[in-house]
Each structure stands twice: as C-alpha cells, then as structure tokens.
C-alpha cells in the first residue's frame, strides 16, 4: 500500500535562422540623430555580422557560405537593433533558385529600435538577462552562440597584455577562457533541446506525454541546475576582462558541494533510451518529416537530436579535464593560495561528481537489462520440483543487480552444451537462448537422477577452478545438496574473468550483514499483550510513558536521539557498556549542543538536548520501570531494541496469544552534534557497509532490523496470520545535508518559483509531498498479495480503524475517529469478512484528507494548509521544511497564502511541478473544495496539551533535577505516576 500522507549574449533565435547566409554587407551610422541604421547593400546580412554588432562601431560583414536551405522568416537582434527579413518560401522555386533570389535582395527589411520584442518572433535579448537567483529569464530566448566570439582569450586582449604575461600564465587564461565558453556553449545547448526540440514536438503532438518524458527526462531540472554556474562564468568573465582571472577556484568548488549530481544522472541515464525513441520514431514519415525541419533550424548547426541530448555527459567528464588544466598553470604563490584550494577542491568535487552519475548509469543501464530479462524469461520448462521457479522475479529486490552474462558450455553425461549463464549480485541462472526467449534450464542431472536447478543461490555457492588439465574449467558446487556444475570458459582469459567475478560475489553475499535470531523467553500473562519499543515522544514523565498509556512492556527512548546528548561506544570495544569517559564527554556535550538548540527567552528548558539521553524499560508484569543507562550507547541502541521486539514476538507466539507491537526504531533521525558522521550512527556489523555512507549504513540497520521482524513470523510459523505494516513518519529533513534522507520525486518543485520564497527545502516540516507523503507496505502472507500494490489515498489516522477493526474492538459511544477504513480496503479489499465493525460508522475512504501546519515548531498547527482531494493536492498555505538553513533552526518559516489555492494533480505530476489553472479542473472545483475544508473545520477543533518546561520534569536518572544537572547512571528507578 502506497501511504499519501504521506544567457549572456544575443544569439539567433528564428524558425529557422540564417547564421551562414551568403552574403556580404556593410552598414554605417546615419547621419540623422534618429538611433537608426541604414542597410547599404541590398544583400542579406550574415547572423554574424548582427551578433556582432555595436552602436558605435558599425561591423563589415564578411562573406559567409551559401544555404543548403533558404530560411522562411529570420529574426535577429543586436544589443540595441533588431533586423527582421521575410523571404519569399515560394514553394515553386527550387532551392538553388531560392539561394540566387535571395542573393539579388528580393526580401523585406527595415531596421528600428528593437526594445524588447516578443520571444516568439525570434528577436533575441540582450546580454545579461539573468534573474536574482542566476535563471535566464527567458528559457525561449537563446543566450548567444559563443562559437561566434573569439576562438581564443589572446583575441580577445590588448596584444601588450599578452606580452606582459609568461607561457604559464597565458595558457591559465586561455584555459579559463575554455572552461567558460564551452559552459556557455553547453547552456546554450540545453535550451535548444527545450525550446527548439521539445517544444516542436509539444506543439506538434508528435509523442504522448509518457514519451516526452523518456525523450527529455528531466531536462528543466537539468536547465535549472546549470543556469547559475553559467550566469556566475559568464560574470567573471566579465569582471576581468583583459585581466587575470580570480575567483574560479572558490566558485567551482561551490558549484560541486551544493549541486546534487542526481539531477545530472537521471538526465544522462535515460540518454539511452531516449536515443533509442528517436531513431524507433524516426521510422515513421510524420517523425521524420517534422524532425528533419527542426535539425534544419541555423541554431541546431546541423547537429541532431543525439548530438544533443549527449551533451550532458559530455560536459561533465570534461570539468576535471579543464580544472586540473588551470590547477596546472596556477601559480604556487601565496597570492593564490585560496585560488589554488578551491580548484583542488573543484577537481576532486568534480571526479566524486562523475563518479556519481557513472554509478547511476550503470544502475540504471543494469535495472534495465533485468527487466529486459525478465520479460524475456520462458519457465515452460520449470516442472515438478522446479515448478516453483516459475515465480521468480529477479526484478523484486532493488539492490540486486547484473555483475555478467554470457556463454559457457556445461559438461552433461552426453557431452557438452552451451548454456547462457547470468550472474546477479546474488543468485547464478542457467538459461538457454531460444530465439528472443530465455529458456530457464540447465542440462544435466545430479548424482541422484533429478535435473539441476538452474538457479543456484551465492549463499550456497562455491566456485574454483578446474584441474590444470582442463584450463578453461570452472566448478560451481550447491553446498546444501552437493550439486555440481561443470563449465568451460570460451578461453583461458574468459574462465579467469568468470572466476574471479563469482569468487567476489559469493564473498559479498558471505560478508553481508547477518540479521540476529530471536531468543526466546516464557510467556507472560493475560490473553493478549502489547508492547512499545524505540522512539516515544509523547510525552517524558511517569504518566505519559507507554505502561501507562496502553502497554504492557517497552523498551526505548522518550523521545528523538536529538533530544538528548548519546555516546557512540567504539566497535574495538567488547563490551556493551559506556566507558566513564564516554558519559563524562556526553555530559560536558550538553552545554554546546543546548546553545545550538537555544529555547524562546523566558523559558528555562525547551526541547534538548540539555541533557544526556535516557534508554528506558517498563513491563508491568515485572513492576520494572527505569532508566536502564544515561546517556544510551547508539551503537548498540538498535540491536537492544532488536532483541527485545524478537523476544517479546517469540514469547507470544509460544504462549499462541495474540498481540499487538509497536516498533519505531531511533534510526534514522539525526543525533546531536559531535555524534558520528553528519550526525548519524549505527551498529558495529553496519558501520561503513554502503555508498551512501554513515546515512546509508543507519537506513542499513533499520532494513536488518525490519527484516529480521519477517523472518521471525516466518520461523515461527505465525507470518501468515500476523499483519506486519511499515511506513515512516515524516519526509527527510534536508538541513543535515547528507546526513538525512532525500525525497526523491516528491520534489514539490513548485516552490522554487511559485509566488515568491523561492525555496527548495520541501521535506520535513512542509506540506508539500516530500514532507508528507511516505512509503508503506505491509506483510502478510496468503492474505496479502506478494508484489501487488494499490493506489488507495491512505493515511496514518488510518492505522487505529485498521486494528480496530481487525480485532472486533468496540469503540466507547460517541469516540469518533479522525481516519478512515481506506487503509482496511488497501489491504484486504473483500478478502476478510467484512461484518465486524466499529460502534461509530467509518467513512469508506478520504474524500477529503487535511494536512495541518504550523510556520513555528512549538506552535500547535491549527490550521489547514493543504489537502488531498482524489487525485488532485491542493495548497492554501506554503512554507519551506523545518528549520531550513535560511529561516533558522526553532525559528518560524515564512508562509505564503495563496488565493485561489495551488493545485496539483499529484497522481500525475507527484514533484508537484505543473500547476493546474482554473480551465484544466473540474467545474466548481474551487468552490468544492472550500466547502469540504470548511465543513472539516467545523466537524474538528485541533488542540494540543500545552507542554510544560521545567527541569522539574526532566528526565535525569530519575524525575527532576536542579541545574546543574548531573546525569550518569545505570538502572535508575522511575518514580510512580
């Protein structure tokens, strides 16, 4: 179930365009004081000659080769001018009788003050059209084509200044001057791609929506990402113009460490495919036609469309070329010091930028080729023992991947056969290769007459090489049944490469963290039972905590690992203890991670970390309810709630007495400061596991810890009758940078120029998708289908209606809850019996789901910001997440009010990025929608317990305390509610 809460310069810009048009002119001032020039030949004018252009410096166009094809209509403008020409496109002239029309002047032309003429005419704007935030203003208006400014810096100086100048220090310069007229260049071509290409193809219908995407993938984004390093290029340029450059270094750096090459990589991943489109619609004639006239336009210059769309990559393997270029000719003086920095930063930046987008291609490129196999897959011959096969989808686990494929031959008792073999992250397939099919079959029988399996898992594997007589051999062995499969490479070279990528399989899969087993205890009373574990927050005193509120047992924190200073105990440690040492660094930690979380003045406590965290134990049935230890090891915080869950799960299902469970994990929000990298932490078997680094190996535990829940029921026996549902609570909060989570399509991309903020924090804190809209699944074997998905508006008000009426409960009259049985019908539809129900009727579904906000964190969120209604978001207020870098960390955020309301249709457009107007809604919508929110706001008055701050309610090896608070201990009693 899928959960909804969760440029410088003017260039040509026509239809068509004339850049090379055959001809030679020359214009003078006029003599008049009108601001106008005369055209004294009756020729037409080189593209050139306009672009370069000057009002006081009339240019002499030179002569430039003839057209292959005349264009219709050809717009271009100078700084100041415009020149508009119509030529005759009489269709009964041949083209080379067009060229020679053209040449005798039979064309229209008139020069006048331009001003600023609509884009679509094609007139150009002036250099420097660039918005406060680094946009072109005008992504239908092409920046100028630098290829028609000087070839080189030397041109483009005072001849002395380049002989004031050694070698080096040229050949700096004229590098640089590389580096910023190829990104020209490249930004330049990005808007041709929008402007000329997708917008042809939009205007003529030529693919479907869906197609359009593969074809541009993300290219806005991409447009949007580049335009501010162009703009700041193009301004240093500029600023030292016929002097030194300085600043590069910083800027490049900059560029690097706040760009997220994800933007770059799903762009040059889908390159493939797209290519692959245009050449597959090419074949049809209305295509064709239409794609040979805009190929024909004077801005493509006779590039096509995968000339362009490979420009992206192309770039960004050629920033560490260029970067380590002017490293090379920067001089190791101290005047450069801070110059030579920054360039060392940008080169490594810019490798670790490349290397991003490499590994996502290949991602990509591999996820791709599984699908391909999938569909391709023939199990008509998986019978009897093997029948089971036929299920199999390797596209099922999204870190499996392709390490090779490709033929071996494999000795049968009737000699030998060649077999495809795939070899995935984790499993061996024996195909054979019938026409376009897959045949999933190995030849051969086992030493007890059964045909080999032709899948063999790298768990149970293990591979070597043959006897030396046999020098292409490979053996693969099935250590759970002694299988044996005996290959020949195709060459000595081919058996070593097999060899050695299977050797390394099996050993990452060997080495993979292992999920702990549960140990089970003896049951404990009653004919049901409950427990908590992880995270509370609701509360930290006695009568607030979980035994009093519901639960039988709990283990965990009384709130966020933020909200209190924990140590990292270190992995060389046997021990599961905390040093003295380590609490005594936690304790004096306080005081620097409070001043970075300082409360609203006249409140003497606000919200931490002022004091050490405390791991706490309660269970009623044992009368226990403590702090275990202060300050909690986070190393270790994840396996004890681990243990516990396994153990409370295995003692009722020995007892066979139902339960309910309540399990949130401390990962993966962010620790206090000083806690780790980027401030998350995890367990010993985790640490430094994943690319992603120290976020990647918590998100890492957390899947452990989650998988070891499944595979628990499933030792038990009790996975078929126990409900298993995972989600999160809110989006990632994109102010610890790496060190949280991202939110992926979810962009609420609108907010970056929708009616004024202009941010792009939309996670945690945010109404917008990325701040609410979570992932969700659930397990449940036989009842639940494997794979199957719904796209069912559900919410977490949901999960409540969704045990109550799992369990028959009856709600006490006149309890009204705030969800729905959507959540129900996600799951089971009409496949449970539907009888039982709550004392207060439910609604089916949410025709109207509110998410409430607040600018400010410690304010109750009262008031609806946004909703869903059906397929369609809609947005009265906006704001940026929590505690974005720009609005401060406690402090409120700006909020934008919109009338009419934003409205997206998120089951289409999920990054929130098209807003719909009035003319692609509904009738009425708008007033339907404000009688829904109106009618909700009547029905429900929020209101939340006002908390109270006071160290008098501070959790310290106890209840209470007085500054300064000392707080260190081990299995510290809890007073009594």
């Known amino acids: 179930a899928a959960a909804a809460a969760a440029a410088a310069g003017a260039a040509a810009a026509a239809a068509t365009g004339a850049a090379a048009a055959a001809a030679a002119a020359t214009m003078s001032q006029s003599t008049d004081s009108s601001p106008h020039r005369e055209v004294v030949s009756p020729l037409t004018l080189s593209a050139e000659a306009i672009l370069g252009a000057s009002s006081t410096d009339p240019p002499i166009i030179s002569h430039k080769r003839s057209l292959k094809r005349a264009p219709s209509v050809m717009s271009l403008s100078d700084s100041e001018y415009s020149l508009e020409c119509s030529l005759y496109d009489n269709s009964d002239f041949a083209r080379d009788k067009r060229s020679k029309s053209i040449a005798r002047g039979n064309f229209r032309g008139s020069f006048r003050s331009s001003g600023r003429r609509r884009v679509g005419s094609g007139v150009l704007k002036k250099p420097g059209d660039w918005d406060e935030n680094g946009q072109w203003l005008d992504y239908s208006v092409l920046p100028q084509d630098p290829t028609r400014e000087p070839v080189s810096w030397r041109n483009t100086v005072d001849k002395q200044r380049v002989k004031s100048l050694n070698d080096k220090e040229v050949k700096r310069e004229e590098m640089i001057y590389e580096l910023i007229q190829t990104e020209k260049g490249f930004f330049r071509h990005l808007l041709i791609l929008k402007t000329v290409f997708k917008s042809a193809i939009e205007q003529q219908g030529l693919l479907s929506p869906r197609e359009l995407r593969t074809m541009f993938a993300n290219l806005e984004d991409v447009i949007h990402t580049n335009a501010p390093l162009c703009r700041e290029l193009s301004e240093l ?30 762009f040059c991943a889908a390159q493939k495919q797209a290519v692959e489109m245009y050449h597959e619609k090419n074949k049809t004639f209305r295509f064709a036609q239409a794609m040979r006239s805009i190929e024909s336009r004077i801005e493509c210059a006779r590039l096509h469309f995968p000339d362009f769309s490979a420009k992206v990559l192309q770039r960004l393997s050629k920033y560490p070329l260029l970067l380590e270029g002017i490293l090379k000719y920067t001089p190791k003086l101290s005047a450069f010091a801070e110059e030579r920095q920054g360039l060392t930063e940008a080169v490594a930046d810019a490798k670790k930028f490349m290397n991003v987008v490499d590994e996502h291609i290949k991602r990509v490129a591999q996820w791709e080729r599984m699908q391909y196999l999938q569909k391709h897959f023939d199990f008509s011959a998986c019978v009897g023992e093997h029948r089971t096969l036929r299920s199999l989808d390797i596209t099922a686990s999204t870190t499996r991947t392709v390490i090779r494929e490709g033929p071996l031959d494999i000795v049968t008792d009737h000699g030998k056969k060649e077999v495809h073999v795939i070899l995935l992250s984790d499993v061996i397939l024996f195909t054979q290769v019938k026409d376009s099919a897959y045949l999933v079959k190995c030849p051969g029988k086992n030493i007890d007459g059964q045909a080999k399996r032709p899948i063999l898992y790298l768990k149970d594997a293990h591979a070597r090489q043959e006897a030396a007589a046999q020098k292409r051999g490979i053996v693969l062995i099935n250590k759970t049944d002694a ?15 097999w060899l050695e990528d299977i050797s390394q399989a099996c050993t990452a899969v060997a080495t993979a963290p292992a999920r702990m087993l549960f140990r089970p205890r003896l049951p404990s009373r009653g004919s049901s039972a409950t427990a908590a574990c992880g995270k509370w927050h609701l509360g930290q005193t006695s009568k607030y905590l979980p035994t009093n509120r519901g639960f039988d047992s709990f283990l965990g924190l009384p709130f966020s690992v933020d909200d209190g200073v924990g140590v990292a105990s270190s992995c060389n440690s046997e021990s599961t203890s905390f040093s003295s040492a380590s609490a005594a660094s936690a304790t004096s930690a306080t005081s620097a991670a409070s001043a970075a979380f300082a409360g609203p003045a006249g409140r003497p406590f606000w919200l931490g970390p002022e004091l050490p965290l405390p791991l706490i134990h309660q269970d009623l049935a044992g009368n226990v309810s403590e702090i275990v230890e202060q300050p909690t090891d986070l190393t270790r915080l994840t396996e004890r709630l681990q243990n516990f869950t396994l153990d409370f799960i295995g003692a009722q299902a020995a007892a066979q007495r139902p339960f309910f469970m309540y399990v949130a994990p401390g990962h993966v929000h962010t620790a206090t400061p000083g806690i780790g990298t980027n401030r998350q932490y ?36 009790i996975a078929n009758n126990t409900l298993l549902l995972v989600t999160a609570d809110n989006g990632p909060s994109l102010r610890w940078g790496l060190g949280s989570g991202q939110v992926g399509i979810f962009g609420g991309l609108a907010a970056a120029y929708e009616n004024g903020t202009k941010y792009q924090d939309t996670g945690k804190g945010s109404v917008w998708e990325g701040g609410i809209r979570m992932p969700a699944f659930a397990h449940m074997p036989g009842t639940i289908g494997g794979l199957s998905s719904s796209r069912q508006v559900v919410s977490a008000l949901d999960v409540l209606p969704l045990l109550a009426r799992l369990s028959g409960a009856q709600l006490p009259p006149g309890v009204e809850l705030d969800g729905s049985l959507a959540l129900y019908h996600a799951l089971f539809g009409l496949t ?23 600018p400010a964190i410690n304010e109750t969120a009262t008031e609806i910001f946004a909703a869903r209604v059906g397929a369609y978001k809609v947005h009265w207020q906006t704001s940026p997440g ?81 500054p300064p608070c000392s707080c260190t201990c081990k299995h510290a009693p809890l007073p009594s509610p």
């Open 237 to 266: 340029q500029t600023r030292y113009q016929g002097d030194r450059v300085q600043g590069l270094g910083v800027l490049m750096a900059q560029m690097f460490s706040s760009v997220r090459p994800e933007v770059y990589a799903t």
């Open 483 to 497: 299988c044996i499969y005996q290959l020949r490479a195709m060459s000595r070279s081919a058996q070593q490469s």
């Open 682 to 717: 995890s367990g010993c078997p985790f640490q430094n596991k994943t690319r992603r680094g120290p976020y990647g190996d918590a998100l890492l535990e957390v899947d452990a810890f989650i998988g070891s829940i499944a595979d628990t029921l499933a030792a038990l026996g």
């Open 832 to 854: 449970r019996d539907d009888s039982r129900s709550t004392a207060t009727p439910l609604p089916a579904s949410h025709a109207f789901l509110p998410f409430y906000n607040q």
């Open 882 to 962: 929590l505690g974005s870098g720009r609005f401060g960390w406690h402090g409120p955020a700006p909020v934008q009010r919109h009338d009419p309301p934003l409205v997206f249709n998120v089951e289409q457009d999920p990054a929130e990025n098209y807003l719909l107007d009035a003319a692609s809604l509904p009738a009425g919508f708008y007033e339907r929608v404000a009688d829904l929110k109106r009618a909700y706001e009547h029905r429900l008055t929020p209101r939340a317990i006002d908390p109270a701050y006071d160290y008098a309610h501070a959790l310290c090896c106890g209840i209470g305390c007085t």
